[in-house]
């Protein structure tokens, strides 16, 4: 579920990401209707909790997989809430990157494309590094959430055999677990986002 959420939620994401910085007030290519537009859909998303998220778009989740309960119904939301996340994580990264680097592609005469490809995103790679780390954490979060549904996983084991059965060691496993996933995941993310920083 993680896996396959985090790889279209940030084929999804990061494109999104990038438009909201490109067509900002100041960005490259400004243009205030797609910006406000795709600003207001992300917040939208942004705004809900996973767990009504999960339940609002039902019906959209039995059109696209044509089920709502299991693991393969789980994904269709967890992509949904991640996607919008992951564009907030790489606007905010993008517009770390000092406006003097887009200055001096647009002095070379470079393209639009050629200033997002060759002087934006490798900038920004180590804190889209980091960005994609905090996305990852945030998203078992929410799969846990999905055992709600069926979804399997470690939220599911919860559930069924901690939480419907009073069975306290369980649950406190599920969370020692989640802890040391959070902790390999986050060490990962900084070793990588610091080596492409050369810090």
Do not use: C, W
Request: charged fraction near 10%; charge should be positive.
């Amino acid at each position: 579920m993680v896996s396959i959420s985090l790889f279209i939620g940030a084929v999804i994401g990061l494109p999104l990401g990038i438009l909201l910085v490109v067509t900002r007030g100041n960005g490259i290519k400004p243009n205030k209707i797609v910006f406000f537009v795709l600003n207001g859909i992300i917040n939208i998303f942004r705004s809900l909790p996973f767990i009504i998220l999960l339940v609002a778009i039902t019906p959209f989740t039995r059109i696209i997989v044509g089920q709502t309960y299991g693991t393969t119904a789980a994904i269709v939301p967890l992509i949904v809430y991640i996607a919008p996340f992951i564009a907030r994580l790489v606007e905010s990264s993008l517009l770390e990157v000092g406006q003097e680097i887009i200055e001096l592609g647009k002095s070379l005469d470079a393209s639009m494309y050629q200033i997002i490809r060759y002087f934006l995103l490798p900038e920004a790679f180590g804190s889209l590094i980091l960005a994609l780390t905090t996305a990852t954490i945030g998203l078992i979060g929410a799969t846990a959430m999905a055992g709600t549904i069926g979804g399997g996983g470690i939220g599911n084991l919860a559930i069924t055999y901690g939480y419907e059965r009073f069975n306290t060691s369980v649950i406190i496993l599920t969370v020692i677990i989640l802890v040391i996933i959070v902790q390999i995941i986050q060490s990962i993310g900084n070793r990588m986002a610091k080596k492409l920083r050369h810090e």
